[in-house]
């Protein structure tokens, strides 16, 4: 994105085995550094170091997968845990059904922003520096909701894809444009 300067900072996933139920007792026991107190929470937590992400891990089969900062990252990291899964005896028949939930991103829009003018000039924001110091931008194409701060940078959340990252970046920089 020219202009823009995009880095992603995380990727939520779920992340559905079909026909799979686990044993949290036994798999907590069978992965290295997996946290499980069923009286705190119903399911494992556990870490990835290569890639890094972090996964919660529930008895239905489903998992939630945090932390990646690329969708390759993500993808190598529930394939390795499925090894692991596999080899701690679970039965896994087919991949896991994948969807992104969510992706932050941050923005470098290289310049300084006056968030008091922006707020005045669109109606899909909201301004309250004395409650939070940026500026909260709704935008309904790409459906994400984009931080602004005074430095210029942002961050942009609710994605669901690393397009809508463009178009939100790319939206906000026509919308400042023309005001």
């Known amino acids: 994105m020219p202009g823009v300067k995009t880095q992603i900072q995380n990727i939520v996933l779920s992340v559905t085995y079909e026909g799979v139920e686990f044993n949290l007792e036994r798999l907590a026991r069978s992965l290295d550094g997996a946290r499980y107190d069923p009286e705190v ?3 494992i937590a556990y870490k990835s170091m290569d890639p890094p992400a972090s996964f919660l891990i529930f008895a239905s089969g489903k998992m ?30 087919s991949e896991p059904k994948v969807q992104i939930q969510n992706i932050v991103a941050s923005f470098d829009f290289g310049r300084e ?5 922006i707020a005045r000039s669109f109606e899909n924001t909201e301004y309250e520096p004395e409650v939070f110091p940026g500026l909260v931008f709704r935008l309904e194409e790409p459906k994400t909701v984009v931080l602004l701060f005074v430095s210029g ?3 942009c959340a609710g994605a669901k894809s690393m397009a809508d990252i463009k178009k939100a970046a790319l939206a906000i920089t026509k919308l400042l444009k023309q005001r």
């Not at 922003?113 to 003018?117: G, M, Y």
């Open 41 to 43: 929470f119903p399911g």
């Open 64 to 93: 939630n997968c945090v932390g990646a900062k690329s969708m390759n990252d993500a993808k190598l990291a529930i394939k390795r845990l499925t090894n692991k899964l596999k080899k701690s005896g679970v039965k896994i028949k």
């Open 113 to 117: 922003f006056d968030l008091e003018r």
């Open 153 to 155: 940078k942002g961050v």
